[in-house]
Nanobody, 125 residues
């Protein structure tokens, strides 16, 4: 069993930056693909980015490519999401997810086994 706890959300002006963290419990964290998804009211959960268990492979949605960076520290059981050049359309609840996900399926929220409670990111114009 793995528990995920996100932190770092908040209110920021357009063009600003935020860094989200996701702390995981459990000894199997380093074996899992980790991802970030986001969701706004009335919409389906949207893939943002994912990172392989080793950190050697990263994947991004086109909408965040070049602005967001995912990283992980397996020694600290933590995954990070650095968000730069934020836009109002980035406003959402951001969720950390983890699981034994095969990389062709990393964009699908249904294949992740573990989820955090979410953290709100609000970007004002």
């Amino acid at each position: 069993q793995v528990q995920l706890v996100e932190s770092g959300g908040g209110l920021v002006q357009a063009g600003g930056s935020l860094r989200l963290s996701c702390a995981a419990s459990g000894r199997t964290f380093s074996k899992y693909t980790m991802g970030w998804f986001r969701q706004t009211p009335g919409k389906e959960r949207e893939f943002v980015t994912a990172i392989s268990w080793s950190g050697g492979n990263t994947y991004y949605a086109d909408s965040v490519k070049g602005r967001f960076t995912i990283s992980r520290d397996n020694a600290k059981n933590t995954v990070y999401l650095q968000m730069n050049s934020l836009k109002p359309e980035d406003t959402a609840v951001y969720y950390c997810a983890g699981g034994a996900v095969l990389m062709p399926y990393y964009t699908r929220y249904s294949v992740y086994d573990y989820w955090g409670q979410g953290t709100q990111v609000t970007v004002s114009s």
